[in-house]
């Protein structure tokens, strides 16, 4: 599946589209990783724990939103965004979105190798 923040695809054109869809994960870490991280934020710089969670978090976000997107017959999703926010200051929400299209390849573009 073809996966843009672009709102198009350059060599192909929309041919249908099915509308938005998107992944949502709302995650948290443990305690010991919370007092961790704490930890780690009084000398400053990277908190390894949190960027690793916000990593894997995204990931899951895209991945939730290809299989809505699959469901609903697209191959392709255009303008893609994540956003997130906190919850209860122990929790954040991560959520993938875009707009679930079919793509099919565009005669008049000049396809790669050309």
Request: charged content about 15%; proline content about 4%; hydrophobic content about 40%.
């Given at each position: 599946m073809i996966i843009a923040t672009a709102p198009f695809i350059a060599g192909y054109r929309v041919a249908e589209t099915k509308g938005q869809v998107f992944g949502l994960v709302v995650r948290s870490r443990g305690?010991?990783?919370?007092?961790?991280?704490?930890?780690?934020?009084?000398?400053?710089?990277?908190?390894?724990?949190?960027?690793?969670l916000l990593e894997d978090t995204r990931r899951q976000a895209i991945d939730r939103m290809v299989q809505n997107a699959t469901m609903v017959g697209a191959n392709a999703v255009i303008s893609m965004r994540f956003d997130s926010s906190e919850m209860a200051?122990?929790?954040?929400?991560?959520?993938?979105?875009?707009?679930?299209?079919?793509?099919?390849?565009?005669?008049?573009?000049?396809?790669?190798?050309?």
């Open positions: 305690v010991a990783g919370n007092m961790m991280a704490s930890l780690r934020s009084i000398a400053g710089g990277e908190i390894h724990e949190y960027t690793s200051t122990t929790m954040t929400e991560i959520v993938a979105y875009g707009t679930a299209v079919v793509l099919v390849p565009d005669a008049s573009a000049k396809q790669p190798g050309e």
